[in-house]
């Protein structure tokens, strides 16, 4: 039997109730979480970008349950990770969202399926959120590098463009495309192959209709990361969305990649949502409800995201490491299921 993948499992089916949505169980996902988990806790290769298993948190949508998984697990081929993720999501979307969305899936994701994709690192990877109703929506991520710029919608090829032209050292990295109840659509994130000036955005930004963004985004990036500025190579991502009414920015920061996180990170996010009352709420919940019983901590923050657009201030996303996939439960730790912020989060 597997423990972890067992431990894993539980750990959704629990989260799902204590925040209020449907099981992603009942969906039929866990078998895909038992085959990305076939190493013992604490194994390195788990600590890789995508992580075979994560949780995460929203504010914009924050009573969602919402993971992502990496079919197959670090053991995995590339090949595997893209047919397996993409059957699984298929599946998904077929079942939950009819068949003309599971059709458009199917024509966005062909380049990235077809013949000489050449993916080497990761592969894909498979998202999913639920809220009380069921699956609120499925996506699939898939490395996309340049040669797939082409393959890439007009609006968002045209948006890509205009992102390397303006940020040197930009290069695409993965493509993520998202299947909702009533909407589709695709994500272009790209790494960072340069030092990151939070400074050097506002140019990009304005040109992408968000410069009157950029202030309060430096702002939120410079208080949780303790007025840094600048970020090392490979340390950030960016991820463009064609949205209604304009481009949605987001900035991702790999904490595994900085060399100085503040500690405790927990507190400086609470704080951050401070004149939020209800976000603040939904953070304590979600954070209790991924504290699984026996552990010290809930786990470790990986990445913390920034999201703004043309109507939307900067709101907050975190990406969970669960502590399962980093410790073996202890029943002696002393430690209570939910002690707050401070003493079950790692950073």
Same mark, same amino acid.
Request: hydrophobic share 35%.
């Given at each position: 039997m597997n423990d972890l993948a067992s431990r894993a499992t539980g750990l959704l089916d629990r989260a799902s109730r204590a925040i209020g949505t449907a099981s992603p169980l009942d969906a039929g996902l866990g078998p895909l979480v038992y085959e990305a988990l076939p190493l013992e806790p604490g194994d390195p290769r788990y600590f890789g970008h995508p992580e075979p298993f994560w949780a995460d948190f929203s504010e914009l949508a924050p009573r969602n349950l919402a993971f %992502?998984?990496? !079919?197959?697990?670090?053991?995995?081929?590339? @090949?595997?990770?893209? /047919?397996?993720?993409?059957?699984?999501?298929?599946?998904?979307?077929?079942?939950?969202?009819?068949?003309?969305?599971?059709?458009?899936?199917?024509?966005?994701?062909?380049?990235?399926?077809?013949?000489?994709?050449?993916?080497s690192s990761w592969g894909a990877a498979v998202g999913a959120s639920f809220d009380r109703k069921g699956l609120k929506s499925a996506a699939v991520s898939y490395e996309w590098g340049p040669s797939l710029m082409d393959a890439l919608p007009a609006h968002l090829y045209r948006t890509a463009r205009t992102a390397m032209t303006h940020?040197? %050292?930009?290069? !695409?990295?993965?493509?993520?495309?998202?299947? @909702?109840?009533?909407? /589709?659509?695709?994500?272009?994130?790209?790494?960072?192959?340069?030092?990151l000036s939070l400074a050097g955005l506002e140019p990009l930004m304005r040109e992408l209709g968000l410069g009157h963004r950029h202030a309060a985004l430096m702002s939120v990036c410079g208080f949780v990361l303790g007025a840094r500025f600048v970020l090392p190579p490979g340390a950030a991502t960016i991820t463009l969305r064609p949205a209604r009414g304009g481009i949605e920015f987001r900035l991702d920061v790999d904490l595994d990649r900085l060399p100085d996180v503040p500690e405790p990170l927990a507190p400086l996010l609470q704080m951050q949502m401070a004149e939020r009352p209800a976000s603040v709420r939904e953070w304590n919940?979600?954070?209790?409800?991924?504290?699984?019983?026996?552990?010290?901590?809930?786990?470790s923050f990986s990445v913390v995201s920034i999201v703004v657009g043309p109507d939307q201030p900067p709101r907050l996303e975190v990406h969970l490491r669960p502590a399962i996939l980093e410790e073996e439960p202890d029943a002696d730790d002393g430690v209570p299921a939910w002690a707050g912020p401070e003493a079950m989060v790692a950073r």
């Open positions: %992502g998984v990496e !079919p197959g697990g670090p053991l995995a081929s590339a @090949d595997y990770w893209i /047919g397996e993720a993409t059957d699984a999501v298929r599946r998904l979307v077929a079942q939950n969202m009819g068949r003309e969305a599971a059709a458009w899936l199917d024509c966005r994701s062909e380049e990235a399926r077809g013949s000489g994709y050449g993916a940020l040197p %050292g930009l290069r !695409p990295s993965f493509s993520t495309i998202h299947v @909702d109840r009533t909407t /589709g659509s695709q994500l272009l994130t790209f790494e960072t192959t340069n030092a919940e979600w954070l209790a409800a991924f504290t699984q019983e026996g552990h010290r901590r809930v786990g």
